[in-house]
């Protein structure tokens, strides 16, 4: 093996999950940080989950809570223009 040209290997570099597990491989780098393990990840777990690192499912549901609002003002809109409608047909 060359002297140079090779990183510092870390057998002992420890991995830190957002779900708060540790454990230790082999690394160039002494620390790790991931957002899922094998502890967590739902494969493992069975469970369902939702990988939210940029808040992408909080997104979804505010535009779909907006599209919901829009869609009842429009309905609202247009039965409001219907009476007008017969209001103006009964008047005539
Ligand atoms: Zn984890």
């Known amino acids: ?11 002992d570099a420890r991995v ?3 779900c708060g597990a540790t454990f230790t ?3 160039t780098s002494p620390s790790i940080n991931v957002e899922v393990c094998s502890t967590c990840h739902p494969l493992w777990t069975g469970q ?3 990988l939210d690192t ?5 997104k979804f549901n505010q535009r779909a809570a907006m599209a919901e609002k829009k869609k009842a003002e429009a309905a609202t809109r247009r039965s ?3 009476a007008d409608a017969e209001a103006a047909a009964a008047s005539a």
Not at 1 to 6: A, F, L, P, R, S
Request: hydrophobic share 25%; net charge positive.
């Open 80 to 82: 409001r223009k219907a």
């Open 48 to 50: 369902q989950k939702f």
């Open 25 to 27: 491989t082999g690394s």
């Open 1 to 11: 093996m060359k002297t140079k040209g090779h990183p510092k290997w870390h057998p």
């Open 54 to 58: 940029a808040g992408r499912v909080e």
């Open 16 to 18: 830190t999950c957002a």
